[in-house]
């Protein structure tokens, strides 16, 4: 089946470390993103990529980090100047043939700092 | 920038009551719209989308929304609800412009269902 994979499903981070979220799609998209769910906040955009090897800062992508080295992957980096990053993370794929595309997601990462 | 307006952050009906969920959008072209859903821990799911032609859109699970454009709005409706019909709507609309296909969400509307 295709789809979107985020791994884990559940991430507890100690204060001042690191941590890297996975994310996964064997749908053949070229795009993938990555947003941030806090409760009443909607889904904010944090980083995306449209291409390998290239990505862009969404509209809150201060204490974060990504790479794009595989046109499948798109791995999120949490890092320690970020100070407030419990939250829910989702990552999306879309096709970029044409506007008006679906965009699908995966199931989330919850992460919480201990 | 386009924005999205969810004006309603929860709603309660009760099961076989009818239902509507309002968005306001802020757009300067012709405007790619969507609803998604989501249940409680998952990811989104597309309920239906607009982005030409028919102002009625028919989506999965027996929803359906309506485009005015002279209102700026893209309402869901459902005529008659279900129990699992409860979760939060998501309504965005696509910036499609200099090639970038990203998604601005309003905040949603969290939907409980009484049985």
């Known amino acids: 089946d295709g789809g979107i994979t985020q791994s884990p499903k559940y991430l507890f981070r100690k204060e001042g470390q690191n941590v890297t979220l996975s994310c996964e799609q064997n749908?053949?998209?070229?795009?993938m993103y990555w947003y941030r769910q806090d409760p009443g906040q909607g889904l904010r955009l944090i980083y995306y990529s449209q291409i390998v090897n290239d990505f862009q800062k969404g509209d809150i992508a201060e204490g974060y980090s990504v790479s794009r080295e595989k046109k499948e992957s798109f791995p999120l980096t949490v890092t320690s100047a970020q100070k407030n990053p419990t939250a829910f993370y989702l990552c999306a794929s879309m096709r970029t043939t044409g506007p008006g595309t679906e965009a699908f997601f995966g199931q989330g990462t919850r992460l919480t700092v201990v | 920038a386009q924005s999205v307006t969810q004006p309603d952050i929860h709603i309660t009906v009760s099961e076989g009551a009818s239902l509507e969920l309002r968005c306001n959008y802020s757009?300067?072209?012709?405007?790619?719209l969507f609803w998604y859903v989501q249940s409680p821990g998952q990811g989104l799911q597309l309920l239906l989308k607009?982005?030409?032609?028919?102002?009625l859109v028919q989506g999965i699970k027996g929803f359906e929304a309506e485009f005015k454009r002279s209102q700026s709005s893209f309402n869901l409706r459902k005529p008659s609800v279900h129990w699992s019909d409860a979760a939060e709507y998501f309504c965005?609309?696509?910036?499609?412009?200099?090639?970038?296909?990203?998604?601005?969400f309003g905040k949603g509307t969290k939907l409980s269902v009484i049985p």
């Open positions: 965005a609309v696509e910036d499609s412009g200099a090639g970038s296909y990203q998604l601005t």
């Open positions: 607009y982005f030409s032609g028919d102002t």
């Open positions: 749908l053949n998209h070229d795009a």
């Open positions: 757009y300067g072209a012709t405007p790619y």
